[in-house]
């Protein structure tokens, strides 16, 4: 059974830092994508960032240059570094990874748990 475990959220100042991981376990055969989601109170569930297998990367323009997103594929882990946190980054942030699981045809979309960041002062 594949899960992603994330850790790293909390609450932080604004201009603050954050860094949030995110482990994929399980039988995987090969994992694409993962990335990063956020869902502020009463909005929609958005991209944040994502990154391929080949390091490429995609980033929401409200978090361009504040945001870096990166991958370890040997230990199948996903990061978000967070910087120059302000208050509308207040979110739930969920960790995505569209990858190939033992036993099954094709490529799967997993999410994590979610953990909260509250950027206020």
Not at 58 to 83: C, E, H, P, W
């Amino acid at each position: 059974q594949v899960q992603l475990v994330e850790s790293g959220g909390g609450l932080v100042q604004p201009g603050g830092s954050l860094r949030l991981s995110c482990a994929a376990s399980g039988r995987i055969l090969s994992i694409n994508t993962m990335g990063w989601y956020r869902q502020a109170p009463g909005k929609q569930r958005e991209l944040v960032a994502d990154i391929t297998s080949r390091g490429d990367t995609k980033y929401v323009d409200s978090v361009k240059g504040r945001f870096t997103i990166s991958r370890d594929n040997a230990k199948n882990t996903v990061y978000l570094q967070m910087n120059s946190l302000k208050p509308e980054d207040t979110a739930v942030y969920y960790c995505n990874a569209a990858l190939r699981p033992y036993g099954i045809v094709g490529v799967v979309d997993y999410w994590g748990q979610g953990t909260q960041v509250t950027v206020s002062s």
